[in-house]
């Protein structure tokens, strides 16, 4: 038997915004500390891009989950399960599932052959300077695709906190939420980022843990009392079916099938979780690190099931869409629902945690891109001292922080863990094809690297523009604009496809030889690991 309950009220939030600030600002004043502690030790690029190579693989596969557990994870997923169900909870799978490509293909092979960044990969056979400035672009626009993600996820948490339903009020949250990410990483460099990373994970993953045993203790530690009960709310039988968001038309069908290719293929591509293998000593330990990931990462997904409709049976899906930031609010009204304003005041700190945590992660993988990528090794080809390399890192910062704030602006009340979609199918076009032949394929060229990171990034991008998600449709960015020629909203079953061809046709038809010695050692060190501690210690 279901214990049903009444509706949140979402004007009753406003009461709480004294006691949310506070705990708001208890922990940026905690984890600020930290990061300042941390950034003692900053004293080379190594220090700065990789964290001094300190962390165990326990240590590094905590802050993966924490830096991969995003407001996408937390705030988008929980929601889409509350609003759609079942196809909400794809999501979950395919994020989880898209961990093992990253294990079996990518994890041990670049901490074995790379230094800072995945262009230190792809360029140790290949020509330098243009694919290392192909890898430093594709790597800034797949930082910013997510760092929308999680700008729009921000501007959702605290407008709802505050009860800010106005445009003004919520960009203004966006540019408090972007400074304070600029400090993050301009004191603390990736040892700082790491700790915010690891303890936003054991409060998030804890944070969940409790809703979901408080969730099933309401329905008697039955689920199917609680999807009884989230069906019952909503007046959708169809809740627990497939096609609800995916399945009602052909091209929807399609757009599923590009979204599970774009998450399952885009997570070993990721600029931000790529680098985390190079903060650990040794490939073994990038090997746990991941195995370590897995564990955590699917353990809170089983919980965004009970979370999601918890939040349909508990909050309602009405509720969920009227309030401010529409489906993103369901974790933090089934939060407020539980506990009331103290477990909403630690939830909502915990999901900014992550937003902080991750955008941190993000910023300093695009500033070493651009500083190690292209500013050391193209423009001072490769003279640049390590204080001048991390003084240009830190500016970069700046830059991407401002451009974050305002691509967050535009992009305030999307859904997040969508956005973050889009991400995914940009960093599998742009990078993976690029990554698995530099690995695997011995006649892969510097033109067939070229080919492939420009035509994925670029198809990806065009597609995205002419797609519903900019134009053409009610939720879309640009409302009353309609150019939307490309029906499908995720482009990865079209971009993918089309980088790895590329790719090959690039490689086939091109008449220059790579050097056959370089490409060899590459592969013995990828797979054994000989020479690699050498190459990254320095």
Same mark, same amino acid.
């Given at each position: 038997?279901?214990?049903?309950?009444?509706?949140?009220?979402?004007?009753?939030?406003?009461?709480?915004?004294?006691?949310?600030?506070?705990?708001?600002?208890?922990?940026?004043?905690?984890?600020? @500390?930290?990061? @300042?502690?941390?950034?003692?030790?900053?004293?080379?690029? /190594?220090?700065?891009?990789?964290?001094?190579?300190?962390?165990?693989?326990?240590?590094? #596969?905590?802050?993966?989950?924490?830096?991969?557990?995003?407001?996408?994870? *937390?705030?988008?997923?929980?929601?889409?399960?509350?609003?759609?169900?079942?196809?909400?909870?794809?999501?979950?799978?395919?994020?989880? $599932?898209?961990?093992?490509?990253?294990?079996?293909?990518?994890?041990?092979?670049?901490?074995?052959?790379?230094?800072?960044?995945?262009?230190?990969?792809?360029?140790?056979?290949?020509?330098?300077?243009?694919?290392?400035?192909?890898?430093?672009?594709?790597?800034?626009?797949?930082?910013?695709?997510?760092?929308?993600?999680?700008?729009?996820?921000?501007?959702?948490?605290?407008?709802?906190?505050?009860?800010?339903?106005?445009?003004?009020?919520? !960009?203004?949250?966006?540019? @408090?939420?972007?400074?304070?990410?600029?400090?993050?990483?301009?004191?603390?460099?990736?040892?700082?980022?790491?700790?915010?990373?690891?303890?936003?994970?054991?409060?998030?993953?804890?944070?969940? =843990?409790?809703?979901?045993?408080?969730?099933?203790?309401?329905?008697?530690?039955?689920?199917?009392?609680?999807?009884?009960?989230?069906?019952?709310?909503?007046?959708?039988?169809?809740?627990?079916?497939?096609?609800?968001?995916?399945?009602?038309?052909?091209?929807?069908?399609?757009?599923?099938?590009?979204?599970?290719?774009?998450?399952?293929?885009?997570?070993?591509?990721?600029?931000?979780?790529?680098?985390?293998?190079?903060?650990?000593?040794?490939?073994?330990?990038?090997?746990?690190?991941?195995?370590?990931?897995?564990?955590?990462?699917?353990?809170?997904?089983?919980?965004?099931?009970?979370?999601?409709?918890?939040?349909?049976?508990?909050?309602?899906?009405?509720?969920?869409? /009227?309030?401010?930031?529409?489906?993103?609010?369901?974790?933090?009204?089934?939060?407020?629902?539980?506990?009331?304003?103290?477990?909403?005041?630690?939830?909502?700190?915990?999901?900014?945690?992550?937003?902080?945590?991750?955008?941190?992660?993000?910023?300093?993988?695009?500033?070493?891109?651009? !500083?190690?990528?292209?500013?050391?090794?193209?423009? =001072?080809? #490769?003279?640049?001292?390590?204080?001048?390399?991390?003084?240009?890192?830190?500016?970069? $910062?700046?830059?991407?922080?401002?451009?974050?704030?305002?691509?967050?602006?535009?992009?305030?009340?999307?859904?997040?863990? *969508?956005?973050?979609?889009? /991400?995914?199918?940009?960093?599998?076009?742009?990078?993976?094809?690029?990554?698995?032949?530099?690995?695997?394929?011995?006649?892969?060229?510097?033109?067939?690297?070229?080919?492939?990171?420009?035509?994925?990034? #670029?198809?990806?991008?065009?597609?995205?523009?002419?797609?519903?998600?900019?134009?053409?449709?009610?939720?879309?960015?640009?409302?009353?604009?309609?150019?939307?020629?490309?029906?499908?909203?995720?482009?990865?079953?079209?971009?993918?496809?089309?980088?790895?061809?590329?790719?090959?046709?690039?490689? @086939?038809?091109?008449?220059?030889?790579?050097?056959?010695?370089?490409?060899?050692?590459?592969?013995?060190?990828?797979?054994?690991?000989?020479?690699?501690?050498?190459?990254?210690?320095?």
């Amino acid at each position: 038997m279901t214990l049903m309950v009444p509706a949140v009220n979402v004007a009753d939030l406003k009461d709480t915004t004294l006691l949310n600030m506070g705990i708001f600002a208890l922990f940026v004043a905690i984890t600020m @500390v930290i990061v @300042v502690k941390a950034s003692k030790n900053n004293k080379t690029a /190594a220090d700065y891009y990789a964290a001094g190579r300190s962390f165990t693989g326990s240590q590094n #596969g905590t802050a993966i989950a924490g830096d991969y557990l995003s407001a996408a994870s *937390f705030l988008g997923i929980t929601g889409a399960i509350a609003i759609n169900g079942y196809d909400g909870f794809m999501y979950s799978i395919g994020f989880l $599932v898209a961990w093992l490509v990253a294990l079996l293909l990518v994890a041990e092979l670049l901490r074995n052959t790379g230094k800072f960044t995945m262009a230190d990969v792809l360029s140790f056979r290949l020509k330098q300077r243009p694919v290392r400035i192909a890898a430093a672009i594709s790597t800034l626009v797949v930082c910013f695709f997510y760092l929308l993600a999680q700008m729009a996820g921000a501007g959702t948490l605290i407008s709802l906190l505050l009860g800010i339903s106005d445009w003004g009020g919520q !960009a203004l949250v966006i540019v @408090v939420v972007g400074a304070l990410m600029i400090m993050y990483v301009l004191i603390g460099g990736m040892k700082g980022t790491t700790w915010v990373q690891i303890i936003k994970a054991v409060l998030l993953i804890a944070g969940a =843990a409790v809703m979901t045993l408080w969730v099933l203790a309401i329905f008697g530690f039955n689920l199917s009392a609680l999807l009884g009960g989230a069906v019952e709310t909503s007046g959708n039988p169809n809740l627990l079916n497939p096609g609800l968001q995916y399945g009602k038309t052909e091209t929807s069908k399609i757009d599923f099938m590009s979204l599970a290719l774009a998450l399952v293929l885009g997570t070993a591509a990721l600029p931000h979780v790529l680098m985390r293998f190079y903060t650990v000593p040794t490939a073994k330990e990038a090997r746990k690190s991941v195995v370590w990931s897995i564990w955590l990462i699917g353990v809170f997904y089983l919980f965004t099931l009970v979370l999601g409709f918890g939040a349909a049976a508990l909050v309602g899906a009405d509720t969920i869409k /009227a309030a401010p930031g529409g489906v993103n609010s369901a974790a933090p009204l089934l939060a407020f629902h539980l506990g009331g304003p103290l477990l909403l005041g630690f939830i909502s700190a915990v999901a900014f945690a992550t937003i902080l945590a991750v955008v941190a992660g993000l910023t300093i993988t695009a500033a070493a891109s651009f !500083a190690h990528d292209i500013y050391a090794s193209v423009i =001072a080809k #490769g003279k640049a001292d390590a204080a001048t390399e991390v003084k240009v890192a830190r500016r970069t $910062v700046v830059v991407i922080g401002l451009l974050a704030i305002v691509g967050g602006i535009f992009a305030n009340g999307q859904n997040v863990a *969508f956005l973050v979609a889009l /991400a995914f199918a940009v960093a599998a076009s742009a990078n993976l094809p690029t990554i698995v032949y530099s690995l695997f394929w011995r006649k892969f060229t510097t033109q067939g690297a070229i080919w492939s990171m420009y035509g994925g990034l #670029g198809s990806a991008i065009i597609l995205i523009a002419l797609s519903p998600v900019v134009s053409g449709a009610k939720t879309s960015m640009i409302p009353g604009a309609n150019f939307a020629i490309f029906p499908l909203s995720n482009p990865g079953i079209v971009s993918i496809p089309l980088a790895f061809l590329l790719g090959w046709l690039g490689s @086939v038809l091109d008449k220059k030889l790579e050097d056959t010695t370089k490409q060899a050692e590459m592969e013995v060190r990828s797979l054994t690991g000989v020479g690699a501690e050498k190459a990254t210690d320095h």
